[in-house]
């Protein structure tokens, strides 16, 4: 199946796909009538919100699933009656890949060798080069369980390419995974396109991801949006985005303050401006955007993929995740200056040791009332060891930590009531209701009956949950997973909010919403500590520290951050430049 004389083969191909399932006493259709074509040699992105259809696009071209209707041939085979033929020549690597972490690096590459049917000789050359692309040649005899997760991920994928195949199927493979380690996966995937003419099929939840396919094509509902040249789409949204100040207000308030003027479609912080995507090409009249507010100011900016992406899913929606309840009100005047405290958060020379192993090493920041303070760092920096300690759940091995008051030595019980704790994966009773849980965390945080009726109803309008009130947990969709677990973290209206990766593989209208309720948390005097991987959410944070080997590295402001990294080759460094040039440079210097 090609198109023509010279034309790229067509490696999978679907017209009308159409996947229904069943539950709860109605049926729900994944897909609705999709129309897509990958073609051999090329990167091919699928976007789109949670629920949109991708995986369940994923497991039909991986014979997985059976198709309902509509037309699907991979690698020229029909899936209905060659689907071990397909998978023979397929790699799929899923959202959660099956590694055995019980077993070693080198056990888990021989397991999957076994699995293609390479034989002995012919996968040791095959293994040392996937091996050496993904940098884990040390790590061969050290167990996967403990690896990092980007080493996880390289390694999922090394064994994806095992048998050789010509279509790869990659489901959101850089989901948790530091910005260093996503760029060397997709070093990865893009050797393999060149070398060996590999198709691969991918979804992400990264847009500038996307934008580095060399087609994209946006679901949504089960139906596709769009499709084509990621530069089309950007080509689209010419005219539209602009950076937004206001002299004396903060980026925060700006932002806050934009999200809700008329004809504005996105607000983003982005270095020390707001990044507003209008409706229209024409130049926005300041008086009109914030009436009543002197000093704002706006400037042109070079459309990007992400302003089309934002701009065709408002469009989609009717622009009803914009209309969140609760939602801040237009201020007139900037807001007053917070007020001078104590920090609320303080840590000097903070140290947790695992037998031999210093997981973090002295580390020390405050942070004050208020604040939303970042810790970032690659995988296995010790951040999440380090968010486990100032939440009182893994002792102190040294040093001092003070949380809203109280010493976590002699008084966690305490300062973890004045908390509010949100994992990196969802820690929720899955197979309780999303009423269900919301009461059982208002009890468990000692809320009175009024009291707990009270703040389950703020948290069911706030967070949009009414619809769901009676589903099973379990079965949310990732991003009313992440509603439902930062709902429960507000109930009894913490002073502080622990929040790791919080946004860990939600779609980008989903991680607006988030950081829409974080921001209205930190105007009102809520202390917020984060930790990501999405490089561009790091913007959002007043200061930040990032980590390496369990050592704080740099702490300051972004602004701060991207100015120590600059320099003549890269004179207007983005934050994901600087991080990567921060962590890289202490290994360059070591080797």
């Known amino acids: 199946m090609t198109e023509g004389a010279g034309a790229p083969a067509e490696v999978l191909v679907c017209h009308g796909l159409v996947k229904s399932f069943s539950g709860a006493g109605r049926a729900v259709k994944a897909l609705d009538g999709v129309d897509l074509t990958v073609r051999q040699g090329r990167v091919h992105g699928l976007i789109g919100p949670d629920g949109g259809g991708k995986t369940t696009l994923m497991r039909l071209a991986a014979g997985l699933l059976l198709a309902d209707g509509g037309e699907l041939a991979v690698l020229g085979r029909d899936p209905r009656h060659e689907a071990d033929a397909i998978q023979a020549e397929t790699g799929y690597m899923p959202q959660h890949f099956g590694l055995y972490e019980d077993l070693s690096v080198a056990e888990n590459l021989d397991l999957y060798a076994d699995l293609y049917g390479r034989t002995r000789a012919g996968r040791r050359e095959r293994i040392a080069e996937l091996m050496e692309m993904a940098g884990l040649t040390p790590f061969m005899r050290r167990l996967a369980g403990r690896l990092s997760g980007g080493m996880k991920q390289k390694l999922g994928l090394a064994c994806s390419l095992l048998g050789d195949p010509r279509l790869l199927l990659l489901d959101e493979p850089t989901v948790g995974v530091d910005p260093v380690s996503r760029r060397e996966l997709w070093q990865i995937v893009y050797r393999q396109v060149r070398d060996r003419g590999l198709a691969v099929l991918l979804s992400t939840a990264y847009l500038d991801e996307a934008e580095r396919c060399d087609e994209v094509a946006l679901l949504h509902r089960g139906r596709l949006l769009g499709s084509g040249v990621p530069k089309d789409f950007t080509r689209d949204v010419d005219g539209h985005a602009w950076a937004a100040r206001v002299e004396g207000w903060s980026r925060r308030a700006v932002q806050m303050a934009l999200s809700r003027a008329p004809g504005v479609v996105d607000t983003v912080i982005q270095g020390d401006h707001v990044r507003v995507v209008m409706e229209q090409t ?310």
Request: with cysteine; hydrophobic share 40%; proline share 7%.
């Open 282 to 591: 024409a130049r926005p009249q300041p008086k009109h955007l914030l009436p009543g507010v002197e000093g704002l100011r706006l400037d042109p900016l070079a459309p990007r993929f992400e302003d089309a992406f934002i701009t065709l899913m408002r469009r989609s929606l009717g622009d009803e995740r914009a209309q969140a309840d609760g939602a801040p009100a237009l201020p007139s005047s900037p807001p007053p200056p917070a007020e001078k405290t104590a920090p609320v958060i303080e840590i000097r020379d903070l140290t947790r040791r695992f037998g031999d192993f210093v997981a973090v090493r002295q580390v020390s920041f405050e942070v004050g009332r208020g604040e939303v303070f970042g810790l970032l760092g690659a995988n296995g920096a010790g951040k999440t060891t380090t968010f486990r300690m100032l939440c009182g759940l893994l002792p102190v091995s040294g040093g001092h930590a003070t949380v809203a008051g109280y010493d976590l030595r002699r008084a966690a019980a305490a300062a973890r009531a004045r908390i509010g704790y949100m994992s990196q994966k969802f820690s929720l009773y899955e197979s309780l209701s999303v009423r269900e849980n919301l009461r059982f965390f208002g009890r468990a945080y000692g809320l009175g009956l009024r009291r707990r009726r009270r703040r389950v109803g703020w948290a069911v309008e706030h967070f949009q949950l009414a619809e769901l009130l009676d589903a099973r947990s379990g079965d949310l969709p990732l991003g009313y997973k992440q509603r439902l677990a930062m709902a429960c973290a507000l109930l009894h209206e913490p002073q502080i909010l622990f929040l790791d990766e919080p946004t860990s593989g939600v779609d980008p209208l989903a991680r607006r919403e988030f950081w829409n309720q974080i921001n209205q948390q930190a105007e009102a005097g809520v202390t917020v500590l984060v930790t990501t991987h999405f490089m561009e959410e790091a913007e959002y944070c007043d200061r930040m520290c990032i980590m390496v080997a369990g050592e704080a590295l740099a702490l300051g402001t972004p602004g701060e951050i991207k100015d120590a990294a600059r320099s003549p080759e890269h004179p207007d460094p983005t934050m994901e430049d600087a991080f990567i040039q921060l962590i890289q440079a202490p290994r360059e210097a070591a080797a």
